[in-house]
């Protein structure tokens, strides 16, 4: 078994700026993509910014321009490097890790989710 454990939430002023981490631990054989999504009272889930493997980079349209996704192959973490926050980025915020286990067997974790307040 593995787990995704999320650090770095909190509050923060409109225009400030925070630092997620996630980092994976367990019997990992590798991480093929990583996800961070967020959810507002009342909101669906939405998907912030993912990574890939190879390096490659999505992020939702609310965030581009604002939010870097990068990641630490060496150490299993993922980074989301949030500037110029909005009230609107007011959400709990969810690492999700896809990949392969020692037992070659696919997962599927998520973190336990971290509040990110952004007051005017």
């Known amino acids: 078994q593995g787990q995704l454990v999320e650090s770095g939430g909190g509050l923060v002023q409109a225009g400030g700026s925070l630092r997620l981490s996630c980092a994976a631990s367990?019997?990992?054989?590798?991480?093929?993509?990583m996800y961070w999504y967020r959810q507002a009272p009342g909101k669906q889930r939405e998907l912030v910014a993912a990574?890939?493997?190879?390096?490659?980079?999505n992020y939702a349209e609310s965030v581009k321009g604002r939010f870097t996704i990068s990641r630490d192959n060496a150490k299993n973490t993922v980074y989301l490097q949030m500037n110029s926050l909005k009230p609107e980025d007011t959400a709990v915020y969810y690492c999700?890790?896809?990949?392969?286990?020692?037992?070659?067997?696919?997962?599927?974790?998520w973190g336990q989710g971290i509040q990110v307040t952004v007051s005017s």
């Open positions: 999700n890790g896809r990949g392969i286990m020692y037992d070659a067997k696919p997962f599927n974790y």
């Open positions: 990574i890939t493997s190879g390096g490659s980079t």
């Open positions: 367990g019997s990992i054989l590798r991480i093929n993509a």
